[in-house]
T-cell receptor, first 113, second 110 residues
Framework: SAVISQKPSRDICQRGTSLTIQCQVDSQVTMMFWYRQQPGQSLTLIATANQGSEATYESGFVIDKFPISRPNLTFSTLTVSNMSPEDSSIYLC??????????FGPGTRLTVT | KNEVEQSPQNLTAQEGEFITINCSYSVGISALHWLQQHPGGGIVSLFMLSSGKKKHGRLIATINIQEKHSSLHITASHPRDSAVYICAVQNTGTASKLTFGTGTRLQVTL
């Protein structure tokens, strides 16, 4: 199994600012995933982050808005840039394990005012 | 039509009741996950299935690959089971990427 921590757990930010969310895993993993969950909605994949390469973004998400870093096999960051109230969501990172297993972080609850 | 459909969307039960949540999907999958999300937002993986049935404590998950359908059952439900239950599938060939259902909000009352 993998244990994932995220920082911050929650934040309230002003419109137009940026927030960087950190995701730390207790073991080395190849693929890390960043998801967004808007209020009342299900999870939507933002991007897949592999160590040593550019993140792969899903339709509707762009690097300028959600830059991702993956400096090593246990850590990744997601930045939410130039925030607007529509960015208020829970942001989760997850990692894949062996045989299709998935592990999720505790989430970062972001409110943009 | 969403690739993953869950029913019901909302469910209220009394303590002790047997609960069933259903998930139907329309794509070929490598695996199906049942997840639990508590009000704080964190997600716990309950089951990962590719065939048959799994049991963990009071929770049972089944999958019928031919019918593209899975069920999550909770026996002897308890207020601490109150949470959102999410079905998610790993499409064949998408390397761990998940597609999520919209979730079932369960409230178990005394």
């Amino acid at each position: 199994s993998a244990v994932i921590s995220q920082k911050p757990s929650r934040d309230i930010c002003q419109r137009g600012t940026s927030l960087t969310i950190q995701c730390q895993v207790d073991s080395q993993v190849t693929m890390m995933f960043w998801y967004r969950q808007q209020p009342g909605q299900s999870l939507t994949l933002i991007a897949t982050a592999n160590q040593g390469s550019e993140a792969t973004y899903e339709s509707g998400f762009v690097i300028d808005k959600f830059p991702i870093s993956r400096p090593n096999l246990t850590f990744s960051t997601l930045t939410v840039s130039n925030m607007s109230p529509e960015d208020s969501s829970i942001y989760l990172c997850s990692v894949g394990g062996s045989a299709y297993e998935q592990y999720f972080g505790p989430g970062t609850r972001l409110t943009v005012t | 039509k969403n690739e993953v459909e869950q029913s019901p969307q909302n469910l209220t039960a009394q303590e002790g009741e047997f609960i069933t949540i259903n998930c139907s999907y329309s794509v070929g999958i490598s695996a199906l996950h049942w997840l639990q999300q508590h009000p704080g937002g964190g997600i716990v993986s309950l089951f990962m299935l590719s065939s048959g049935k799994k049991k963990h404590g009071r929770l049972i998950a089944t999958i019928n690959i031919q019918e593209k359908h899975s069920s999550l059952h909770i026996t002897a439900s308890h207020p601490r089971d109150s949470a959102v239950y999410i079905c998610a599938v790993q499409n064949t060939g998408t390397a761990s990427k998940l597609t999520f259902g919209t979730g079932t909000r369960l409230q178990v009352t005394l």
